[in-house]
Each structure stands twice: as structure tokens, then as C-alpha cells.
């Protein structure tokens, strides 16, 4: 069967430019994600500073161009001066936030290398669980000032001549939520982020910072918590952090594909709490969200409750990913896309082997998950300016959610490439869905390639043993033909049409 969707693209209908840090990605010293992960010494593909360049290679290819680090859960109990100077010195600690041992091998020096490697931009993170202002402001004397300060010379001395400049920093992990090492109120936290992010500030001017959001939109505290939050950092912090994971816990796919709705209202209700403040303050900035911990984590939930602790580096939180969550991660890409004149950050949590689009093998292989698909997909062509596609389809109901469009789409318009990119996802289980778009107010475009992620079992997935088991491909039959693009989108599948000149 064929359902029907009309659309109207028009490059006049403008939200907002695409920030490219919205495809972002972050990696904490949890699990396998660092050790065994991007790095292993050791392995055959290691460089001479113990990184995998198989693992570095799929990183380049999905075009990630910030990583948040060190965590995370992590980085409320951590001390950043571990992880500095001559590794045979550095302390093995207990990691409360995981409960492993941390051997504090990788420190922010080398992973600034790591970084640099990958053509990414570090977003830092500090602990205010723990530790505070002064922990937070010699770190950025550390990593920042160039030389001839206590901080900037140790630097030096550890073998890093050069600043290492990180731009964006995180003001502490989840505050709000009781499990955070150092957990508070929205006025403890309030104050403590007003005055760590004034005195990093003062070290360096060019940074920006970004408060602490509520660790979900399900929270008790929220959004009272926005709104205290930013009462108190207003004038210091750049961004306020949006945090959400979804699963289908109970095998309810039409249900699940719909949860990407529930971040458009968590987006637009922060969005609002934002705007309320910046009201109350009579204050001409706007805040701008920073999304730095989304993705679909659930299937290794009960695998970890079995783990054993104070391990080094075990698997954790190693979800292996079907079709059906890249669908749904294709959406909330859409999501954070949709809000482009607001949502500047976004981080996909994690990036290797913990909820990761990139898997490997301790000793072994790295492979690509399903999820790795729709992300290097938007981080590749989603730049521009995202338009207000006007969409008429057919919807549905599911337990949670009323009223689903079928169609979840989206259109980047990049007037420098001469390009047009349509991505959309058919959320129908059943059938295909006939794509008809207005696209009359744009002049000499044709098809350069519709590229599908599709599958007959929505529980597939990607195993060393079957890397390319869900895998896309250019077959689309997308057409456009006197301003009028039509295209077959099949039934459970992400879409990318790419119109150029
Ligand atoms: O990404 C995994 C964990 O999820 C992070 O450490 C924490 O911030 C969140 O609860």
C-alpha cells in the first residue's frame, strides 16, 4: 500500500543556520569508550601515542567536529591533575560514578591530541561535583594560557609547548539528578556555576560556558530548575544543557519512533524558560541550547546491572543497535535541526562503544552500528539553513503520543554549495510513503542521489561478524521535474535526497 505526503520548500522560509557543533559527539572515561576504545596501545592500527586509527578513521568519516569530555557522571569526581604529567605517576582511583578503577593513562593532554586527530574541537567539562572554582579556573589557565604562569608553565613542562585553546565548556553534569556525585539544588548550583564560570571567564574571555539544564524533561524539578539555574549564570553562561535518552522497553516500535515529539516540546519548553528569564532580566542576549547528551539507551541496561565492581575499563552501556533505533535517531537529528535558530551544541552520547555509533573489539575490529548511518548522513549534508517545510500527511496514534505525522522531514538549503537536502523518515511500519514537494521557488536543481537506510527485519543490526548487515543505499527513485520533487520513501526507513545545481 502508499500513503501520501505533501510538502512546500521554499528557500524563503528561513529558521535559522545550522551551527555545525549540533554534530557533535562525546566520550567519557566510562566502560570501553576511552581505554579499549580510542585508545589501546598495542593494537595493530595504534600510533605512537596509543590511539586506534581504525577507531580514528570512522570518527573522520562521520564528520564530528566537537567532542565533549570527560564525562559525564565521570567528571563529578574527578580530578582533572590525575591525568596530567608522567603517565608511570598517575594515581589509579575509584570511579564512584561507574564503580571501576581509573587508571588515568588518558588526561586532557592527550586527549586534546586525540581531538586533533579526529579534526575535532574538545568541549571541556569541569567538576562542580566535587571540586569548584578554583579546580575549574586552573584548568583553564592549564589548557589555555600560553606560558609564564604557575598553571600554563606546567603545561609546558608536561610536554605541551602550545595552548590547547578549548573554546566551549561544560559547567559540571547533570546537577539536578540525586545520582550525581556532589548532586544539588538549582540555587546551590546556581551559585556555584555563576562564580566558577565569572573566574574561568576572567582567566579567558574567549570561552564559552554552559549551565546545567535538567538531566531529562521527566525530572521532578523541571523546568523550575532552568529557570533558577539561569536566574543565577544569566550574564556568564552562553548555553543552558538539554539531556535525553530514549528506549522500547516494551517493544512498541510505532510508539518509539514517535518519542522524537517529546524532544520538539522539550526543545521548544527550554526555548520558553529561556526567553521567560531573559525577559525577567530585561537582558538583550538570547540563550542558546547546548542538546549535549542524546541517543536511543537500552539494551544494555540489565547486562550492566550484572557487571562486577571496580573493574578497569569493562563493558558498559554497550547497546547494540537494530534499524529501528537508527530511524529514531534520524529523528532527533531532524529535532535538534528543526530548532537550528536556538539549538547551537548538541552532543551524541557517547561516540565509541558506550551507546556509540562506532563499536570495536578490544584487540580486534571497529565497525559502524546502525546508528552511525543517519548521523554521518546530516553532519555531512545538513549544513545551511534549515527552511519551514509546510507538510500535509497522514497521521497516526500511539500509546503515548496522538497525532504522528508518518513524514518526519526536514529541508537545509546551502546557497554556497548551490544544494538542497531533504532527509526524512517514514515512521509507517507498512507502507510506502509518496513524497509530492513544492519546490517551484527554486531554480536549475536536480537529483543528485536518494540514499536509504532500509531493512525487512527492524531488529537488525551491525556485529563485527556482519558489519554491513544495515547499511544505506543510493537506489532511491527520488525525481524532480519542473519544481515538483516526488519520491517512493519506504515503508520504516531513513531518506536522504540531495538536490544540486
Ligand atoms: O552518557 C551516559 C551518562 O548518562 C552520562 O554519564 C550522564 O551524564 C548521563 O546520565
Partial sequence: MQSKARMIIDKDFRVGDVDKRVFGAFIEHLG???YGGIYEPGHATADEDGFR???LDLVKKLNVPIVR?????????????????????RPRRLDLAWRTVESNQVGVNEFADWANKAGAEVMMAVNLGTKGIDSARSL???????????????????GWSQPHGIKTWCLGNEMDGPWQIGHKTADEYGRIALESAKTMKWVDPGIELV????????????????????EHTYEFADYISLHTYYGNRDNDTANFLARSLDMDTYIQSVVSICDYVKAKKRSRKTMMLSFDEWNVWFHSNEADRQVEPWQEAPPLLEDVYTH???????????????????????????????????????????????????????????????????VDCPVYDSKDFEEVPYLDSLAVYNEEWGEVTVFAVNRDLNNVLQLDADMRSFDGLRVAEHLVLEHSDLKA???EQQPNNVTPHSG??????????????????????????
Wanted: hydrophobic share 40%.
Fill in 53 to 55: 586509527h581504525d577507531v
Fill in 324 to 390: 529501528e533505533d537508527a530511524l529514531l535517531v534520524g529523528s532527533m537529528l531532524l529535532s535538534l535541526l528543526r530548532r537550528a535558530d536556538r539549538v547551537k551544541v548538541a552532543c551524541l552520547a557517547q561516540l565509541v562503544n558506550v551507546i556509540a555509533p562506532i563499536m570495536t573489539s578490544t584487540g580486534g575490529g571497529a565497525w559502524a552500528q546502525t546508528i552511525f548511518y543517519p548521523f554521518m548522513h546530516t553532519s555531512l549534508y545538513g549544513h545551511g539553513t534549515v527552511l519551514h517545510t509546510i
Fill in 140 to 158: 583553564v589557565e592549564y589548557c589555555n594560557h600560553p606560558g609564564g604562569t604557575y598553571w600554563s608553565d606546567l603545561r609546558r613542562q608536561h
Fill in 476 to 501: 532511491g527513485d527520488a525525481d524532480l521535474t519542473d519544481g515538483r520533487l516526488t519520491a517512493g520513501l519506504p515503508k520504516a526507513s531513513w531518506n536522504v535526497i540531495r538536490l544540486t545545481q
Fill in 461 to 463: 543490526v551491525n556485529t
Fill in 69 to 89: 569530555y570527560p564525562g559525564g557522571n565521570f567528571v563529578s569526581g574527578y580530578n582533572w591533575q590525575d591525568g596530567v604529567g608522567p603517565k608511570q605517576e
Fill in 32 to 34: 570501553r569508550a576511552v
Fill in 211 to 230: 549551565a546545567c539544564g535538567s538531566s531529562n524533561r521527566h525530572m521532578a524539578t523541571f523546568p523550575q530548575w532552568e529557570a533558577t539555574v539561569l
